[in-house]
């Protein structure tokens, strides 16, 4: 009875860190960093109960699954806090005193922790069945290694193979569990924060709409009339007065055409498209307005790069970035774009020498109006971004200050 009541103690202390995750951290506390410093500490809590409780099974067999906020910890975490739990497991396991059981502990961490960071980096990209397969299969390791070890320092034998085996199945399935349980929970939050996000472009959209006609049809009116004032005898302080009414009404309607574009269902009119020669096609349109920048454009391009999108909307996007890239170098540069697949994935970088962003305007590239050029619409990405979702596509970004940018879409790939 008692092993049964100490084997669920220790899910229990598995399931609190991903919980309290959950419902307090992820949406109240904004800053990565603060997130990830407070999970290292709970999955910290979690593996000093997991080595104060463990499973007795009778004479010196003591079993716990501090490998799970272990592998979590590292995982969701990173180096530091990889580094922070394993530096806690050995100091905690000290504290027991020195001797075999210690040097068994120190032994399975130098070898699995290296392991697990290099895997982290993989397992940050993975989706969500790679990431479970990944993450049973690093705890499969783990004991595989605790078991060799124990066996290199205390020698063979049937019992303790046999308790070992079964904390084998019991780590592993409780990952398996875990792993499972954190992806799905972590999926419906993504989805719902989707679904908000969806529902506000939706309103946006469709007030637009309605609005975006009315507002026209005057704007046309008053940009004709002041073209028809715009003539020679006016004093050049006049006409320089125009000029500027002129442009910022091209400015209010731009936004108005940006606003237009955002929250429309675009499946209506997907086809099959190549997403190289679409590619092409803008870089071509778009060199001359490189050039009056200085900018210049280099592609290597692959056709036959097929995915199932709405052609304009896509090069919309593409034109959305390929203009930031060229904006972002006031004194001239080189763009590289590229265009290449892989088994499953059409693969587009567009990669610039600009002045680049800092972590903080990375995480609000996106947001509505947010610019900071000063005749900027701060739409251009939002757009962006929403055409290759609505492609069930993938942005990625990657930018350094004074360094340059790079974009990153993945799209789905057909054949
Ligand atoms: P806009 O171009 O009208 O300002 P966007 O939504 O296209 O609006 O871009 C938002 C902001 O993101 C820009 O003002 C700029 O500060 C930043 N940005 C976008 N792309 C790049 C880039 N390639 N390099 C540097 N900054 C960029
Ligand atoms: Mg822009």
Redesign the pocket.
Known sequence: MSIIKDFLLQLTLMAIPIFVYFIFITERIKSHRNRTMIMSVFWGLSILLCMSFPINFGQNARLDLRIIPLLFGTLYGGFWPGVFLAGLVLLYRLYFGIGIGFYNTALVLLFSLPVLLLYQKSFTSAKKDKRVKLAAGLSFYYCVLGIAIFIVLRGFSLENLRVQSIHLLYAVAGTWLFILLYETIREIHQLRSEVQNAEKLRVISELTSVFAHEIRNPMQVTRGFLQLLDTHELPDDKKEYIKISIEELDRANEIINDFLSLGKPTHAHNERVDVGYQLERVVNIIRSFGLTHNVHIKSDILENCWTYANPQKLNQSFI??L???I??MPNGGLVWVGCSFTEENIKITIK?Q????TKK?LDR??SPF????EK???????VSYQIIHSFKGEMKVN?EKGIG?E?IILLPRIL
């Open positions: 959305n970035i203009k930031n890239a904006e972002s610039d600009g002045i680049g962003m305007q590239l996106g947010y610019s900071l050029k900027g619409t701060g739409l251009g990405m939002m930018s940018t974009f």
